[in-house]
C-alpha cells in the first residue's frame, strides 16, 4: 500500500503542470519590506537572524495590522519574500493553522513551485490570541530550475523504478 501511495505521489507530481491563470508575483520590489522598515516597525528592537543572507527568523512584527486570518498571515509572508531571498518563482501556500495551550497562533505555509511541493521550502508567521504578531520563521528554497528543465530531468518510468528501489531498500534495512 506505502509502495502504491508513494507510486501516486511521484506520478501526482510529474504529471503537475504550470497554470496559465498564475497570481501576479507578489515579489515585486514595491511590495517588499526591508530590513529598516521591520526595525520601524519595532521602535528598532526586532531581533533578525540571517544564514547566508537569508532570513531564517524574526522575532517581532512585519506588519502594523493584527494578522487574525490566513490571508493576513499570508500577506505578510508575501511582503517578507525578498528578505527570505525568494525571487519571482517563489510562493506559498497556505499548509495548515495550528494553536498552542497559550493561545498562539502558527500560520505554516509550504513552498511551492510550478504546482509541486518544494521540499524544505516553508515559511511559519506567529501570533498572539489577540493577533500581534511575534515573529516569522521561514526556510526557502531559491534558484529553482526552470520548469522545462524540471520536466524533462526524470522521465515516468524512471520515476517509478526509484519508488520501487526505494521501497525495496526499505524493507531491507
Do not use: W
Not at 532570513?55 to 525578498?82: H, I, N, Y
Not at 516553508?122 to 531559491?142: E, F, P, R, Y
Amino acid at each position: 500500500m506505502k509502495r502504491l501511495l508513494a507510486l501516486v505521489t511521484v506520478m501526482m507530481l510529474l504529471c503537475a503542470s504550470v497554470s496559465a491563470e498564475t497570481a501576479a508575483p507578489v515579489h515585486a520590489p514595491e511590495n517588499q519590506l526591508t530590513l529598516e522598515d521591520i526595525q520601524a516597525l519595532n521602535g528598532g528592537k526586532a531581533n533578525a537572524y540571517f544564514d547566508n543572507n537569508r532570513l531564517c527568523f524574526l522575532e517581532g512584527t512585519c506588519t502594523p495590522d493584527p494578522v487574525k486570518t490566513a490571508e493576513d498571515a499570508e500577506r505578510v509572508v508575501a511582503s517578507m519574500t525578498g528578505l527570505l531571498c525568494g525571487d519571482e518563482k517563489t510562493h506559498f501556500e497556505p499548509l495548515r493553522t495550528l494553536n498552542d495551550a497559550s493561545g498562539n497562533v502558527y500560520y505554516v505555509f509550504q513552498q511551492t513551485y510550478a504546482d509541486m511541493i518544494v521540499l524544505g521550502g516553508a515559511a511559519k508567521v506567529i501570533t498572539d490570541k489577540d493577533g500581534n504578531m511575534l515573529g516569522l520563521i521561514g526556510s526557502v528554497a531559491s534558484e529553482l530550475p526552470e520548469v522545462a528543465e524540471m520536466e524533462s530531468q526524470l522521465t515516468a518510468e524512471q520515476a517509478e523504478e526509484l519508488v520501487i528501489q526505494h521501497e525495496l531498500d526499505a524493507h531491507r534495512g
